[in-house]
C-alpha cells in the first residue's frame, strides 16, 4: 500500500517534469532541454510500468472464473501498451543512430509526446475499466 502511495506521487512527478521538459524543449528548442525531453520521456515510462507492476499485483480474484477472465484482458491490454510503446521509443533511437538529427527534430518531439500521453492515458483507462469490472463483479456476487 505504501509502495503504491509512493509510486502516484512519482508519477505526478515524473508527469510534471515530463510536459514541463516538453515545453522547454519546443520554446527555448536548445540540444540540453531537447535531451531533458527525451531522459524525461524513458523516466516516465519507467515510472509508469512500475506503477502498472505494483496495481496489477494487487490481483482481481473475486470470482474464480469470471476474475481471471478480466485480469486476462487487464494483463493482454497492458502488456500490448507497453509492447507498442517501448518498441516506439526503440525506434526513434534507432533511427537517431543512424541519422543523429531524428532525436533533435521539433516534429518527432511532438510526436513522442504525443505518443506518450496516449500511452498514459490508455494505461489508466485500462486500470480504471478492470476495477470496473471487478465492482460489476463484486455488485452482481452479492
Known amino acids: 500500500m505504501r509502495n503504491s502511495k509512493i509510486l502516484k506521487i512519482a508519477v505526478i512527478l515524473l508527469s510534471i517534469f515530463f510536459v514541463v521538459s516538453f515545453g522547454l524543449s519546443q520554446i527555448i528548442g536548445s540540444d540540453y532541454f531537447k535531451n531533458m525531453f527525451w531522459a524525461s520521456t524513458a523516466l516516465l515510462a519507467v515510472g509508469l510500468i512500475l506503477d502498472l507492476n505494483a496495481w496489477s499485483k494487487l490481483g482481481l480474484d473475486v470470482d474464480k472464473n469470471k476474475s481471471k477472465t478480466i485480469k486476462r484482458s487487464f494483463d493482454d491490454s497492458t502488456t500490448l501498451l507497453v509492447v507498442f510503446f517501448g518498441t ?55
Open 88 to 142: 516506439l521509443l526503440c525506434l526513434v533511437v534507432l533511427f537517431d543512430t543512424l541519422n543523429h538529427n531524428v532525436m533533435k527534430n521539433n516534429l518527432v518531439i511532438i510526436g513522442a509526446f504525443i505518443m506518450t500521453l496516449e500511452f498514459e492515458l490508455f494505461m489508466y483507462l485500462s486500470v480504471w475499466n478492470a476495477k470496473k469490472d471487478t465492482a460489476n463483479l463484486l455488485k452482481n456476487n452479492k
